[in-house]
């Protein structure tokens, strides 16, 4: 039987272990469903859930942002439990059939419902989107040359799959109504589980991903297994964060510090604050050594959390900019999501190929130059649509090559910081502590979406018009493009012009 497992494992395809095209395919239609119910989520609550509400943008810029938050963050609660009760198989079944259910909430239209569907995505994402990748480095021994290849090849079933669904949920969703969309998006994640349970019937992963040991599963607490438990608690949790998300109001008066903020952006202010001062305290014990490096480390994440604010507009402000503001051709405003993944797909290998020739000449720029000009072509992106106002026409409408342009800076700002992050993270953390810095690493996407929801909430419109647009909307969106430029270039020459310090902080890390 021993014999059968190891066969199993080194069976191959294309020099890659065979289960990575399983967890390939499930993870592209996983993305398929999570940005296909993205694409249309803005527009839906803008159009539907808050139509009769005057702010009705600030309502769902304020709920995109909560949603955004607190899916990225239950990455870490889902990894954690992953890591110490279910396993890798179990969390990413459970996290799949939470997410399906979820999806499919969304086709029942009612105020209740809504939210509690995206409780479930979020619940079922913490459960599955850590573990899958997690799952894909478990196929291969340390060292293994064939690693960074094989998680190239993962990413790209992610943008796939991230470049398909808004061109097919966004026309379901345009010509025969939202909830089909919606539902689409919930079979898309059906498949993607139905390729994960193949892979494992065909014993393709051997004894890859299972739970730490029986013993874990099978004992009791409060009289119930945990591998029973885990999954009810599961269950439990999502009206409690369906709630969470329902209270987007303002917790204070116009004026006051709260004004601005609902219950959520305050659990993230005390998350915030309490993971700097755990910060400040490690950084205080460790060596010297270890604290240059350490503040390296804290400074990346900072940085691509900023560059993750400006980019995830892409889900909410710059699509009812592209609704209200650009003359589409060929796509809807839901559609344009499919702009960012399918230049990802195209520039991949052209800046994988400039890097590795820079290399081999001792050019190759190292990670703070490189985030650097990263959020320089954020900047860049952001400036091209506020000039984008010079060539609107008399209706407020300008040309869609703008935002075109704009999407193909953004995905060369991304393939220069997102590849080399996360790998940078691991290098430059104390080995003590690189669980909790991959905790925080996965915490800063979550407090980047607070600055969508900030940035949200500057830029929404008053009205009640289903049909709002023209030179009103046109000069709101456009003077905020323009801020966001600013801040983003001006972040960019920050690094690049502090990047020989550190570069020196970095010591050895390349």
Same mark, same amino acid.
């Given at each position: 039987m021993?014999?059968?497992?190891?066969?199993?494992?080194?069976?191959?395809?294309? /020099?890659?272990p065979?289960?990575?095209?399983?967890?390939?395919f499930?993870?592209?239609?996983? $993305?398929? *469903?999570?940005?296909?119910m993205?694409?249309?989520?803005?527009?839906?609550?803008?159009?539907?859930?808050?139509?009769?509400?005057?702010q009705r943008?600030?309502a769902?810029?304020?709920?995109?942002?909560?949603?955004?938050?607190?899916v990225?963050a239950?990455?870490?609660?889902?990894?954690?439990? @992953?890591?110490?009760?279910?396993?890798?198989?179990?969390?990413?079944?459970?996290?799949?059939?939470?997410?399906?259910?979820?999806?499919?909430?969304?086709?029942?239209? =009612?105020?209740?419902?809504?939210?509690?569907a995206?409780?479930?995505?979020?619940? %079922?994402n913490?459960?599955?989107? &850590?573990?899958i *990748?997690?799952?894909?480095?478990? #196929?291969y021994k340390?060292?293994?040359?064939?690693?960074?290849s094989?998680?190239?090849?993962?990413?790209?079933?992610?943008?796939?799959?991230?470049?398909?669904? &808004?061109?097919?949920?966004?026309?379901?969703?345009?010509?025969?109504g939202w909830?089909?969309?919606?539902?689409?998006?919930?079979?898309g994640?059906?498949?993607?589980?139905?390729?994960?349970?193949?892979?494992? $019937?065909?014993?393709?992963?051997?004894s890859? %991903?299972?739970?730490? !040991?029986?013993?874990v599963?099978?004992?009791?607490?409060?009289?119930?297994?945990?591998?029973?438990?885990?999954?009810?608690?599961?269950f439990?949790?999502?009206?409690i964060?369906?709630?969470? #998300?329902?209270?987007? =109001?303002?917790?204070g008066?116009?004026?006051?510090?709260?004004?601005d903020? !609902?219950i959520?952006n305050?659990?993230?202010?005390?998350?915030?604050?309490?993971i700097?001062?755990?910060?400040?305290?490690?950084?205080?014990?460790a060596?010297?050594?270890?604290?240059?490096?350490?503040?390296?480390?804290v400074?990346?994440t900072?940085f691509?959390?900023?560059?993750?604010?400006f980019?995830?507009?892409?889900?909410?402000?710059?699509?009812?900019?592209?609704?209200?503001?650009?003359?589409?051709?060929?796509?809807?405003?839901?559609?344009?999501?499919?702009i960012?993944?399918?230049?990802?797909?195209?520039?991949?290998?052209?800046?994988?190929?400039?890097?590795?020739?820079?290399?081999?000449?001792?050019l190759?720029?190292r990670? &703070?130059?490189?985030f %650097?000009?990263?959020?320089?072509?954020?900047?860049? *992106?952001?400036?091209?649509?506020?000039i *984008?106002?010079?060539?609107?026409?008399?209706?407020?409408?300008?040309?869609?090559a703008?935002?075109?342009?704009?999407?193909?800076?953004?995905?060369?700002?991304?393939?220069?910081? @997102?590849?080399?992050?996360?790998?940078?993270?691991?290098?430059?953390?104390?080995?003590?502590?690189?669980?909790? +810095?991959?905790g925080?690493?996965?915490?800063?996407s979550?407090?980047?979406?607070q600055?969508?929801?900030?940035?949200?909430?500057?830029?929404?419109?008053?009205?009640?018009?289903? !049909?709002? %647009? /023209?030179?009103?909307?046109?000069?709101?969106?456009t003077?905020g493009?323009?801020?966001?430029?600013?801040?983003?270039?001006?972040?960019?020459?920050?690094?690049l012009?502090?990047?020989?310090?550190?570069? $020196?902080? +970095?010591?050895k890390?390349?």
């Amino acid at each position: 039987m021993e014999s059968n497992v190891t066969t199993k494992e080194e069976q191959q395809i294309w /020099g890659h272990p065979k289960g990575l095209f399983y967890l390939f395919f499930a993870e592209l239609w996983e $993305r398929f *469903s999570f940005y296909g119910m993205r694409a249309l989520l803005t527009l839906y609550m803008v159009n539907v859930v808050f139509e009769a509400l005057m702010q009705r943008d600030y309502a769902a810029a304020a709920v995109y942002s909560a949603y955004g938050s607190l899916v990225y963050a239950s990455t870490v609660i889902g990894g954690r439990i @992953s890591d110490t009760i279910l396993g890798m198989r179990r969390s990413i079944f459970l996290g799949g059939i939470l997410m399906a259910l979820g999806h499919f909430t969304l086709a029942i239209e =009612h105020d209740v419902t809504f939210y509690l569907a995206l409780a479930l995505i979020v619940v %079922g994402n913490g459960f599955f989107k &850590p573990n899958i *990748s997690t799952f894909v480095g478990s #196929l291969y021994k340390d060292g293994d040359p064939r690693k960074d290849s094989g998680f190239v090849i993962f990413y790209m079933g992610i943008n796939i799959g991230a470049f398909v669904s &808004p061109l097919l949920c966004g026309w379901l969703g345009r010509e025969y109504g939202w909830h089909y969309g919606f539902g689409l998006a919930g079979i898309g994640m059906m498949i993607g589980l139905l390729f994960f349970w193949s892979g494992i $019937r065909k014993n393709v992963f051997g004894s890859k %991903g299972m739970a730490p !040991n029986d013993t874990v599963l099978e004992r009791k607490v409060i009289g119930v297994k945990q591998k029973v438990l885990v999954p009810a608690l599961a269950f439990i949790a999502a009206p409690i964060v369906a709630i969470l #998300l329902s209270s987007y =109001h303002p917790l204070g008066s116009e004026g006051s510090f709260f004004a601005d903020l !609902n219950i959520v952006n305050v659990i993230f202010y005390l998350i915030g604050i309490f993971i700097l001062g755990y910060l400040a305290y490690i950084m205080y014990k460790a060596t010297l050594d270890e604290r240059k490096k350490l503040f390296m480390a804290v400074l990346i994440t900072f940085f691509m959390t900023i560059f993750w604010g400006f980019h995830e507009l892409s889900g909410s402000v710059i699509t009812l900019f592209a609704d209200r503001n650009v003359d589409l051709f060929l796509v809807d405003a839901a559609q344009t999501n499919s702009i960012n993944p399918v230049f990802i797909i195209i520039l991949s290998i052209p800046i994988s190929i400039l890097f590795t020739y820079l290399s081999k000449k001792g050019l190759n720029p190292r990670t &703070p130059y490189k985030f %650097g000009l990263g959020l320089v072509f954020a900047g860049i *992106s952001f400036y091209i649509l506020a000039i *984008s106002k010079g060539s609107a026409d008399a209706d407020g409408m300008v040309p869609f090559a703008y935002l075109l342009f704009m999407y193909f800076l953004l995905s060369v700002g991304e393939l220069f910081m @997102s590849p080399v992050g996360l790998s940078k993270i691991t290098d430059l953390s104390p080995k003590r502590i690189v669980a909790f +810095m991959m905790g925080v690493w996965f915490l800063s996407s979550a407090f980047a979406f607070q600055v969508v929801g900030f940035i949200g909430k500057q830029l929404s419109i008053e009205s009640t018009d289903v !049909n709002v %647009g /023209g030179l009103e909307t046109l000069d709101v969106y456009t003077d905020g493009f323009m801020l966001i430029a600013k801040y983003a270039l001006g972040a960019g020459v920050i690094v690049l012009v502090t990047s020989p310090l550190m570069k $020196r902080l +970095m010591g050895k890390v390349h």
